[in-house]
């Protein structure tokens, strides 16, 4: 007997396109007018994402499903999807790169990728004689916005992670002999899509921003203190990282956890309680919990796992494990290698949130488990000078750092050298992703480096950011070229 797919209602055909995978739901779209239509229908597009993006452990979007339109959504899931292969595959370079040249004495100092608004955004600060902030568009860099008060430097910047705060970013200035925080937005003057910074808040401090979340801004100082702080009703908390040595450890990321804050510095760890914010003048002043030093590191990043129960819990208490991944310089001088390790911290299992509970039992008032277990290890073949120290971890175990040129190439002898003429090798700086074993990874039994990409000139690098969830690498470099790769 014949039998047509196209004689079933929609419903039927809806609930057949939910067990196609995503190429087969592209290749049927192609065979007729009503495949195409149901194709596009929103539910086809979030039945994908649960079955073959959110339940397979594929990075995505940290943007809610609702703020999505039925395009981004199903641009954004076939994005996820082909993310995943890649990273599950012999991935070995990027998939494509764009690159632009900011001008000549302007070295990059900071570039970051602004989360939400399509993907489309990151912004870097680059230093000539003062200092300038751009705004850039990533699918061809062209610039968008640029703000420089007259003579100033820039020395700290937060992104905001909830893109649909007001506060888009803020930065630390050094103007006319004094410090100050702005908080900055972006305005579209007059609705024609003439794009500018503008400031929506200021604080004279010397304190430096380290992270942005909604109204939320951590500051830290050169020492131990780090301060929360509602810059919308100026309430506040002191966290004190004590027991620590802190010569050259200074405040690098804060990572807000449930119930608790983790403070991450350049050679330690601290955990606080979730601190209760007060208006000026307060004595809020909280001590670490536990602690851990991970000695003399080169670059360190944190971030919170994720597993497929955490984010289908509509309980925004679970406690996510937290992993930390270090490059560990060694005490030993001669040393020809870097250890790349990552560590986890797990949710301490006795933890209570009842304070009867805690009384009873003092080791429950911790969320975690301290010191850190040493889960992976990755010897790094190259040792040499870095101007770029940043490594970015992410949830889902995906991790990119920067890789020196090697010394051990050129020997001692400079390419300059015009004493005699013979041929120096050379060696050039590389960016490394690599997965680990997560939600991503999970059979993966050791770290493994999955894509090396070089830069084939003299130029260094000197900054680097990475959004996981789209797939995304952004850096800087010391002649004021930018680039963003996708994986």
């Known amino acids: 007997m014949y039998f047509s797919l196209d004689k079933l209602n929609d419903d039927i055909l809806i609930i057949i396109f939910s067990i196609f995978s995503i190429p087969d739901i592209l290749a049927f779209r192609q065979v007729c007018k009503r495949f195409a239509l149901i194709s596009e229908q929103r539910i086809v597009w979030h039945n994908a994402y649960t079955t073959q993006i959110?339940?397979?452990?594929?990075?995505?979007?940290?943007?809610?499903?609702?703020?999505?339109?039925?395009?981004?959504?199903?641009?954004?899931?076939?994005?996820?999807?082909?993310?995943?292969?890649?990273?599950?595959?012999?991935?070995?370079?990027?998939?494509?790169?764009?690159?632009?040249?900011?001008?000549?004495?302007?070295?990059?100092?900071?570039?970051?990728?602004?989360?939400?608004?399509?993907?489309?955004?990151?912004?870097?600060?680059?230093?000539?004689?003062?200092?300038?902030?751009t705004l850039w568009n990533c699918f061809d860099l062209a610039p968008v916005a640029m703000w420089a008060p007259d003579k100033a430097l820039f020395d700290g910047i937060a992104v905001n992670t909830e893109f649909q705060s007001s506060a888009l970013l803020a930065i630390s200035i050094l103007q006319n002999g004094s410090h100050r925080v702005e908080i900055l937005t972006i305005r579209d003057a007059e609705h024609i899509g003439n794009l500018r910074f503008e400031s929506i808040f200021s604080l004279d401090t010397m304190h430096k921003p380290v992270a942005l979340r909604g109204d939320l801004l951590a500051l830290a100082d050169i020492q131990t203190e780090t301060i929360l702080w509602n810059w919308r009703t100026q309430a506040y908390a002191t966290l004190r990282s004590e027991g620590i040595e802190s010569w050259r450890d200074k405040c690098i990321q804060v990572v807000f956890s449930s119930n608790s804050i983790v403070v991450v510095r350049s050679r330690s760890v601290h955990l606080f309680p979730d601190p209760v914010l007060a208006a000026h003048p307060n004595d809020n002043i909280y001590f670490s919990l536990a602690s851990h030093t991970f000695g003399w590191v080169d670059g360190v990043s944190a971030s919170l796992g994720t597993t497929f129960l955490e984010r289908t819990s509509s309980e925004a208490s679970v406690i996510q494990p937290l992993s930390i991944l270090v490059r560990l310089k060694g005490d030993d001088p001669w040393s020809t290698r870097y250890k790349i390790q990552l560590w986890s911290i797990c949710p301490n299992p006795t933890y209570s949130r009842s304070a009867e509970t805690a009384d009873f039992n003092p080791s429950s008032i911790c969320p975690y488990t301290f010191p850190p277990t040493l889960m992976h290890e990755i010897l790094s073949p190259h040792f040499g000078p870095l101007q770029c120290g940043n490594m970015v971890l992410g949830p889902y175990g995906t991790a990119v750092w920067i890789q020196p040129a090697d010394w051990a190439v050129a020997g001692l002898i400079s390419d300059a050298v015009h004493l005699q003429r013979m041929p120096v090798p050379t060696s050039h700086e590389s960016l490394v992703a690599a997965l680990f074993p997560g939600a991503l990874g999970l059979d993966a039994s050791n770290g493994i480096i999955k894509m090396s990409w070089s830069k084939e000139d003299n130029d260094s690098w000197t900054c680097l950011d990475y959004d996981e969830g789209l797939g995304r690498i952004a850096l800087g470099s010391q002649s004021g070229s930018i680039s963003v790769l996708e994986i």
């Open 54 to 133: 959110l339940q397979q452990n594929i990075p995505f979007t940290s943007q809610p499903l609702p703020s999505l339109s039925d395009k981004q959504l199903e641009k954004l899931v076939r994005r996820a999807e082909s993310l995943g292969r890649r990273w599950r595959s012999s991935l070995s370079e990027p998939r494509c790169a764009i690159s632009s040249h900011i001008g000549k004495g302007a070295p990059v100092e900071e570039v970051r990728f602004i989360p939400g608004h399509d993907g489309q955004w990151v912004v870097t600060v680059s230093k000539g004689i003062w200092s300038k902030l």
